[in-house]
């Protein structure tokens, strides 16, 4: 069992950055894959990032790459999301997620958390 718990939204100017954390509680959580989703008003839940369990593969959506960067802390049970360049269509809900691979696929993750605002102006 594995709670995520994510911090680190809120409003910024386009161009603007943000880190998004994301605690987790539960003794397997260094043995989880990471992913961040995020969903906007009215869409889908779009795949974001992910992270390998020892941190050594990284894989982004096409859309964030470049600009997004994902990292983990096992030993402080941390996992983030560091955001640049933030433009009014990354205005969404984040969720940080853990799964079994580094996959973009939502369903390929078990464990939710309940999500952080980010809201980009123009």
């Known amino acids: 069992q594995v709670q995520l718990v994510e911090s680190g939204g809120g409003l910024v100017q386009a161009g603007g950055s943000l880190r998004l954390s994301c605690a987790a509680s539960?003794?397997?959580?260094?043995?989880?894959?990471m992913g961040w989703f995020r969903q906007a008003p009215g869409k889908e839940r779009e795949f974001v990032a992910a992270?390998?369990?020892?941190?050594?593969?990284?894989y982004y959506a096409d859309s964030v790459k470049g600009r997004f960067t994902i990292s983990r802390d096992n030993a402080k049970n941390m996992f983030y999301l560091q955001v640049n360049s933030l433009k009014p269509e990354d205005t969404a809900v984040y969720y940080c997620?853990?799964?079994?691979?580094?996959?973009?696929?939502?369903?390929?993750?078990?464990?939710w958390g309940q999500g952080t605002q980010v809201t980009v102006s123009s």
């Open positions: 997620a853990a799964g079994r691979a580094v996959v973009p696929g939502a369903d390929e993750y078990r464990y």
């Open positions: 539960g003794r397997t959580y260094s043995t989880y894959a």
């Open positions: 992270i390998s369990w020892s941190g050594a593969y990284t």
